[in-house]
């Protein structure tokens, strides 16, 4: 345990992101151990939602920086590899493509994963052991992926996703928007049933209330492109209480001196 | 299943379907088209009176009117019909046992997977190479039926009386230049009638094929599905890879009596040195039900907008196509609804991909005329485009002359969403396998609709499509 945690599942150093030549992230950096969950808490429109992008690659971002998964950097790597080496991002608006079932779509996804062809009776055992854990009825499996599903369909889906594919380290971009109470909860223990003891966990929130259910062990506060304070889970309570203004002052002081 | 697809991945339409034999033939007509070649070709094939004088009538119908001014009109400009072969007959007769085809014709269509096609599920079959149909064969159950399904040659010979009553008159030679141009000089197609109450439970099949160089193909097909009648019917089409151009030029008639069903599917993939200018047309009578299932991959330019005329109050039509659109293509296609009388309705789905500097264009018509009351029409156009060159445009126009109708439109232009690619490759799937999961997406509505062996073949013929592209 001691071991894994000196080399950190994930990690990025000095990453900075613009969008059409606007920097967006300026400069972050980031060690994540296996097994931990760190909270990444900012305001909207932070920049929050770009850096969690520009980890899993997206290709419409400048991303400057090193970023590594497993003692491995995976910097200069396309989205679908940083995918089957065992990075995984939770979208936040979750991308709808019609005429793909689920099914097809989670059997591609976990062959491409696992590096070979899943089996279809393998892969239906698990995928209905999976629906059974987030309360999806099974006539998912054969609709158009996110074609027409309510927000809390989407984020289940998304943790459904991230439970067949096993990844060792998940990225989660305000998993908890756009969910009731009951489903909050299911999602947070689909959340804490897949990651366990080895895989690690950011999650992107600008809410403390997820919090409650998906316990972290870090807390970061982002603003302005930059983390401004990292401390324990106390943090986010601190910030659920005063809300973010007290530490943007704080920001534009250290700036300025 | 795509395991199984992308398995194929390495094929290629120049082996699997480019390929060319050496051309052997009985008669092949000089090139050019004057009333000599026509009178030849009817002679021929031993035509009575009233036919040889349709074909001169039609070939000056067809010298007498202009090329059309819109669709693709430097393309259309292109065709030198001076250096076509109208006719080629490469055997003689029809065999109706696979064995009496000819080695080399027989060779093609065993390439192209025909026979077992047969076997495996269709009720009959008819393949047309060149000029003439070279092989038919039906099930003996539809025979004693009293289901005709045969040759447009044999039909004329042997059916003449019902051929005659329903010749060209969904179709006159007048209606345009390339229906001209076929009445003049048509030669095989499909026939087929089925009788009063009869449904025809499995498709009957048509497979086209051009092998010779600059040649022109102008099948004829007439479907006529007799009261309570219920057909379907389904054609594909493939020729050899050449550099210069052959003409398709077909005309389709069918006619779905009162409360007669016809689904009409095509899959079309000529190559693309293959012009394919082919007019469709239904009449639909009262509480008939036609249904064009149309996919064209292949050809060069293609200009088809089956119509179907609903004649009797409560017809219903249907037209579902898709239209994919690489470089050096031109897919312009589209639908004609005429809701010619009351309580009708019609529907309209067409989907096209252009991918690189691949051109489609949604060209569709919807009319309702005075007093067709409580007609209803939903028409809705599905764009994609692949690459930053491709181009799509969109003309639909609609003729209503009813206040009491009920009419929608919906054209939609997608590009293959970056997002869409940023999101399946987050999952693990590599840029080419997201490309085509979302282009397979995109068609499954219409692949959807084909029977089990042709939506295998869909799938697999835009993987070919898609292959290595990049945006």
Redesign the interface.
Known sequence: MSDSRNTPIFSCHDVHVSVEGKEIVKGVDLEVGAGEKHALMGPNGSGKSTLA?AL?????LEVTGRIELAGEDISEL???E???LGL??G?QY???????TVA??L???MS??QGR?VPVKEFRLKMQAAFEALGVPRDFAGR??NDGFSGGEKKRLEIM?MAL?EPRMALLDETDSGLDIDALKIVSAGVNEATGSETGVLMVTHYQRILDYIKPDVVHVFMDGRIVRTGGPELAHELEERGYDWLADTTTASAGG | MSAERIADLNQDYATRYGFSDPEEFLHKAPKGLDHETVEMISRFKEEPDWMREFRHQALDTFLAKPMPRWGNSELLDGIDFDNIHYYLKSSEGSANDWDDVPENIKRTFDKLGIPEAEQKFLAGVSAQYESEVVYHSINENLEKLGVIFTDMDSALARHEDIVRKYWATVIPPEDNKFSALNSAVWSGGSFIYVPKNTRVDIPLQAYFRINAQNMGQFERTLIIADEGAEVHYIEGCTAPVYSTDSLHSAVVELVALKGAKIRYTTIQNWSNNVYNLVTKRAHAHEDAVVEWVDGNIGSKLTMKYPAIHLLGERAHGEVLSIAYAGTGQHQDAGAKMIHAAPNTSSRIISKSISKDEGRSSYRGMVKVHKGCHDCRTNVECDALLIGEKSRTDTFPTMEIAEDDVRVEHEARVSKLADEQLFYLQSRGLDEDQARLMIVNGFIEPFVRELPMEYAVEMNRLIELEMEGSVG
Do not use: C, K, N, T
């Open positions: 992008a899993m690659g997206h290709p419409g396309e989205a679908d940083r995918a089957r995984f991002l979208f979750p991308v709808a493509v019609p005429g793909v097809s779509f059997r591609a996804a491409a994963r062809d158009y992926l996703q594919l």
